[in-house]
């Protein structure tokens, strides 16, 4: 792995107490936030988007609306509720 990649990956396991994960999974929470930061200014774990251990090519899903992370199917419903879904 490149040291740089290396060392973001490193304080980023320390920074979500994922020392304990194997390389590969630290590296897809990782990327997992670097991806969804670019859409959101909210702090988040990034282990609420990670797909399951049986899925290929397919390391997370995120879904963000007025840059905000949706994890459930409520927080969308009271989004819609309180009309704070920008329509287009």
């Known amino acids: 792995m490149n040291k740089i990649i290396e060392t973001f990956l490193n304080v980023h396991k320390k920074e979500y107490s994922i020392?304990?994960?194997?390389t590969e999974k630290a590296f897809e929470h990782?990327?997992?936030?670097c991806i969804i930061n670019k859409y959101t200014n909210e702090r988040f774990?990034?282990?609420d988007i990670m797909t399951d251990a049986g899925e290929i090519g397919l390391d997370g899903v995120g879904i963000c609306i007025n840059d905000k992370i949706i994890t459930s199917e409520d927080e969308l419903i009271s989004l819609h509720n309180q009309e704070q879904i920008i329509k287009c």
Not at 19 to 22: M, Q, R
Not at 30 to 33: I, V
């Open 30 to 33: 990782f990327t997992n936030r």
């Open 45 to 47: 774990d990034p282990s």
């Open 19 to 22: 020392e304990g994960f194997a």
